[in-house]
T-cell receptor, first 114, second 114 residues
Framework: GDSVTQMEGPVTLSEEAFLTINCTYTATGYPSLFWYVQYPGEGLQLLLKATKADDKGSNKGFEATYRKETTSFHLEKGSVQVSDSAVYFCALNAGGTSYGKLTFGQGTILTVHP | EAQVTQNPRYLITVTGKKLTVTCSQNMNHEYMSWYRQDPGLGLRQIYYSMNVEVTDKGDVPEGYKVSRKEKRNFPLILESPSPNQTSLYFC?????????????FGEGSWLTVV
């Protein structure tokens, strides 16, 4: 079945450091890929998405590129801020009869210190 | 404004006392679903519905029921809650389009079963 694997957390960085959170997936066909963010005590927000190979999703300084050859969708940000502290989820949507379903990774907790 | 509204947001209940978490969306979407979020496991789909009167099990349906009598509403029912159902629950609604599917989430319902 479909699955998403994220790098183990938690990740702790200093402000202005470079961030990478790795995400790899297993799916049949050509899924759409997503990053969601959950700030402390809040719900899920869509951060960015990519719907086909080599697409780059970007938002709020975060980027991720859909790499079909390595089945990856790593999240990056060049300079993190304290306000980026949150839990980040990688997810895929396989489409077809599962068009409404997201398969999530386990989440990565990011803490950014001043 | 596109919205998925779920209630209650916070609930503490006792083992065996039936409860219902309501979910409503204002986007006329056909596909709706429920997820639970647990530490280290990410979000997992409980049940989904592809239209009125059409529901099916997701990945973790045990202990839950759903109904879809109207397009906008998709309540989650715990007939006899147990402590292992203590979790954060999200309702979701899916739109389809030429740029891919977008899944909208409610703000989450924190449920504690004692």
């Amino acid at each position: 079945g479909d699955s998403v694997t994220q790098m183990e957390g938690p990740v702790t960085l200093s402000e202005e450091a470079f961030l990478t959170i790795n995400c790899t997936y297993t799916a049949t066909g050509y899924p759409s890929l997503f990053w969601y963010v959950q700030y402390p005590g809040e719900g899920l927000q869509l951060l960015l998405k990519a719907t086909k190979a080599d697409d780059k999703g970007s938002n709020k300084g975060f980027e991720a590129t859909y790499r079909k050859e390595t089945t990856s969708f790593h999240l990056e940000k060049g300079s993190v801020q304290v306000s980026d502290s949150a839990v980040y989820f990688c997810a895929l949507n396989a489409g077809g009869t599962s068009y409404g379903k997201l398969t999530f990774g386990q989440g990565t907790i990011l803490t950014v210190h001043p | 404004e596109a919205q998925v509204t779920q209630n209650p947001r916070y609930l503490i209940t006792v083992t065996g006392k039936k409860l219902t978490v309501t979910c409503s969306q204002n986007m006329n979407h056909e596909y709706m679903s429920w997820y639970r979020q647990d530490p280290g496991l990410g979000l997992r789909q409980i049940y989904y519905s592809m239209n009125v009167e059409v529901t099916d099990k997701g990945d973790v349906p045990e202990g839950y029921k759903v109904s879809r009598k109207e397009k906008r509403n998709f309540p989650l029912i715990l007939e006899s809650p147990s402590p292992n159902q203590t979790s954060l629950y999200f309702c979701a609604s899916t739109s389809t389009g030429t740029t891919g599917n977008t899944i909208y989430f409610g703000e989450g319902s924190w449920l504690t079963v004692v």
